[in-house]
């Protein structure tokens, strides 16, 4: 049975995580590198899931402080500066956390998207079929007619500019970035902040992004994700990938099964003074 040492597990992140202080990111260009490197993150870390995030990566793993002078918040100013350069995919699609995709691995993560043909009318058919709610249909439908617009003008547009309409636009808004519909793509001067997020369709603001994805096969998308989040990680149960990409367990099983038969994942793994199987990575056995 595979035995996981849990200080070879933990050197392991140190360096996938860029925990370790030498790794640290210093720069924009060292962030982006980050992201094309681990092929997706978490912005923030979460408390209850184990992913890398750029935060973690560059002040090293301690708490998000509420202070705006933290030196740990240019973080905020790097993604914010970004967003505008499509050097990765940002948005709100892993866990229901803002997180960075790599270019690299976008067009994995659209192919299990329900964007299955023509995305100026697909999200029509998910409408009728009471999978889209009407608040999400409005905004998407906003940003299809006028453009790229922010915050403040797309509630305008949507007719969701009402206080009371306030959780059922942020609502929509999740539910289109889960979907890979629609994204944030720069900063505006708008509110009463000063500060609001432009957004625009996925697949007007990354133009290449259908064709890149149509040949990629859903089990294809699944066993390539799942062998991505496994390298950075390098333990996992298969309940923490669950709880990651929310697919269904069928589906995550067979990935799981075919890695563990092209000998990329090993299964049964215990990990000391922990329950439960784990998967690993071949590299990590002691």
């Not at 402080?65 to 699609?93: A, C, E, M, N």
């Not at 709610?133 to 949507?158: C, F, W």
């Not at 923490?240 to 990935?255: H, S």
Request: glycine content about 6%; aromatic content about 12%; proline content about 5%.
């Amino acid at each position: 049975m595979p035995f996981i040492h849990a200080e070879i597990l933990s050197a392991y992140r140190c360096q996938t995580f860029r925990i370790a202080p030498h790794l640290q990111l210093k720069s924009e260009e060292e962030a982006v590198e980050f992201v094309n490197q681990s092929g997706f993150i978490f912005f923030w870390p979460a408390s209850n899931l184990v992913l890398p995030s750029l935060w973690t990566a560059t002040v090293g793993d301690r708490p998000v402080p509420d202070q705006h002078d933290d030196p740990g918040h240019i973080t905020w100013d790097w993604k914010d500066k970004l967003l505008s350069r499509k050097v990765w995919f940002y948005g709100r699609v892993l866990y229901q956390r803002n997180a960075m995709i790599s270019l690299k691995d976008l067009p994995y993560f659209y192919a299990l998207s329900p964007n299955f043909g023509d995305p100026e009318y697909d999200y029509l058919d998910q409408y009728q079929a009471g999978q889209l709610p009407m608040e999400a249909k409005n905004v998407y439908e906003a940003l299809l007619r006028e453009g790229p617009l922010d915050t403040i003008h797309l509630k305008q547009s949507a007719h969701l500019s009402s206080q009371e309409s306030e959780g059922r636009f942020n609502k929509a808004l999740n539910i289109l970035q889960m979907q890979f519909r629609i994204l944030p793509v720069g900063i505006a001067e708008a509110g009463s902040w000063r500060y609001a997020f432009i957004y625009d369709l996925v697949h007007r603001y990354f133009t290449n992004l259908i064709e890149e994805a149509h040949f990629i096969s859903e089990p294809t998308a699944q066993q390539y994700l799942i062998m991505e989040y496994m390298k950075m990680v390098g333990a996992a149960k298969v309940q923490d990938i669950l709880r990651l990409f929310r697919w269904r367990k069928q589906e995550v099983d067979k990935a799981v099964r075919n890695l563990i038969g092209q000998e990329i994942l090993i299964s049964g793994g215990k990990m000391e003074n922990q329950t439960g199987e784990w998967l690993v990575i071949p590299g990590l056995l002691g």
